[in-house]
């Protein structure tokens, strides 16, 4: 299967470059993602191509005109067949890993990216949801399409090996990940901790998940105060923090 998207924007060949590199670009070549950019002045209804005018009521900006963006939709929509249709906005659903998830499995996507001071409010009805990159504004909705693309591009079929797997990555099991260590065994007086060279996989399983609760309770506790930890997983991040002020002291 593979998921198609839409991305219709005023800079196409910006976009485009998300396929360019790493793993949005493997997962064009297995044939798991096709990615097409649509100029929206392609729809622009006047020879200037322009698809933005003055907002009525006065004030600073420009709003993009719902004629262009109405007809680039429909025909995005004419082009990948059954589409959800997403719109970049800082209004729109945090961006998490739950809801990259849930898009992974969607045939298709028309995701929509705003200039100036965004879109003419009549196009409401044409978008399925909006999706924000942070509490933060961007001054276009590209730079938020490309990172859902890239976050989208991981979860899909054939496209990290068996090692990346997305499902341990931070997040997927609401926790961050657990640190990593490669060579050389010792760094700067600091050696990699002696499970990882054990060989023993349980043991090592073990040590990671525990690194994996401790690291959030002390980065990102608020997504340990959504997940319910069981008995043993409570027990593993105690003996977490007795490992550390052990440490300190
Ligand atoms: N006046 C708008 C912001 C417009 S910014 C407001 O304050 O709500 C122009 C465009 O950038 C938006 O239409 C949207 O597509 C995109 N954009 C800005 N910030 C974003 C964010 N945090 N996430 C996703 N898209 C964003």
């Known amino acids: 299967m593979v998921v198609k998207i839409e991305v219709l924007t005023l800079f196409p060949e910006f976009v485009e470059q998300v396929v360019k590199v790493g793993i949005p670009r493997k997962a064009v070549e297995v044939g798991a993602l096709s990615l097409s950019a649509r100029d929206i002045r392609n729809y622009s209804d ?33 082009a990948i067949g059954n589409a959800k249709v997403v719109a970049l906005s800082p209004q729109g659903l945090p961006m998490t890993q739950a809801l990259v998830k849930q898009l992974a499995v969607e045939p298709a996507l028309v995701l929509v990216c705003g200039r100036y001071e965004g879109l003419d409010e009549r196009v409401t009805p044409l978008i399925d949801f909006e999706v924000s990159l942070g509490d933060f504004v961007l001054s276009g909705g590209e730079l938020a399409a490309m990172a859902l693309v890239d976050a989208v591009s991981r979860w899909l079929p054939g496209v990290l090996g068996h090692e990346g797997s997305a499902e341990a990555d931070s997040f997927s099991a609401g926790l961050l990940d657990h640190p990593h260590y490669t060579r050389p065994p010792s760094w700067r007086g600091e050696a990699v901790p002696d499970v990882l060279l054990s060989g023993d996989h349980a043991k ?46």
Do not use: C
Request: proline letters at 8%.
């Open 204 to 249: 090592i399983a073990r040590w990671r998940l525990k690194q994996a609760l401790g690291a959030t309770f002390l980065k990102r506790p608020d997504l340990l105060e959504e997940l319910e930890l069981s008995r043993p997983h409570a027990e593993l991040l105690k003996e977490f923090l007795h490992e550390r002020s052990g440490e300190k002291n």
């Open 46 to 78: 006047g020879a200037d191509r322009r698809v933005d005018d003055r907002p009525y009521g006065g004030g600073p900006g420009m709003v993009m005109e719902p004629g262009p963006l109405a007809d680039a939709i429909a025909a995005a929509k004419t």
